[in-house]
């Protein structure tokens, strides 16, 4: 199997693909196909517990595609559903990733949920995370840019909690507030993660939510 990404910063993936090889993608992320590759629309792998949890807690769909080559030199294009960079993170230990930010992935890769806290409902933020099972690569797509960042043994970062893409399952972290309540609601801050290496981080360098905020003030009203 053979993959390029193009068009970053509003990014595909173009996989060539050989007879038997096959990719997992989330339902709605295909662009084209060009030869014969069989489609399956199948439930998440890990029972309907997992699956239903991955719709309610995570956003996710309850359904994917699987993309299987019938013969050799097939090409698939996958893409995600918001306006930046795809990156690969070739997993061959558990990666926990932001919901909405998978895209794909090969080899024996499943999803599970992870919920990452209690703070949800105090200033609207979702913590709820998706957890890579397996090996293999995946695929996943962030808001703008996507950077990686290696931290060392006692290396430390916070991260606003809306910009984390993905970080390595063994990596330390916590959810806290940011300076005090004014700070929150004048000062556009809220959660950030407490993160302290080792590991590896992917983040993205705009903010969904931040974009939202900004479009508001313009944006029809209800019943005007």
């Not at 970053?8 to 709605?28: R, Y």
């Not at 200033?123 to 995946?138: E, P, R």
């Not at 290496?197 to 974009?211: D, E, H, R, S």
């Amino acid at each position: 199997m053979k993959y390029d990404i193009v068009h970053n910063p509003v990014g595909m993936v173009d996989f060539v693909l050989n007879w038997n090889e096959s990719v997992t993608a989330e339902a709605g992320a295909m662009v084209y196909m060009r030869g014969d590759i069989n489609t399956k629309t199948r439930t998440r792998k890990g029972g309907l517990f997992k699956t239903f949890k991955s719709k309610v807690l995570a956003g996710e769909s309850f359904f994917v595609n699987e993309f299987t080559a019938k013969e050799d030199n097939c090409g698939l294009g996958i893409t995600g559903a918001v306006l930046g960079d795809i990156q690969v993170i070739q997993a061959d230990e558990e990666y926990i990733v932001q919901s909405g930010a998978y895209i794909a992935s090969t080899g024996t890769i499943t999803l599970d949920t992870k919920w990452q806290g209690f703070t949800r409902g105090i200033f609207g933020n979702n913590l709820f995370m998706l957890k890579t099972i397996g090996k293999g690569d995946v695929f996943v797509t962030g808001w703008g840019g996507i950077r990686k960042v290696v931290l060392k043994q006692g290396e430390n970062m916070i991260l606003d909690n809306y910009q984390l893409v993905a970080m390595s399952g063994i990596i330390e972290y916590k959810i806290k507030k940011h300076g005090s309540l004014k700070t929150a609601i004048l000062g556009g801050e809220a959660l950030v993660i407490e993160i302290h290496g080792p590991g590896v981080i992917y983040y993205q360098t705009k903010n969904l939510m931040a974009f939202a905020r900004v479009l508001s003030p313009i944006m029809p009203k209800p019943g005007r």
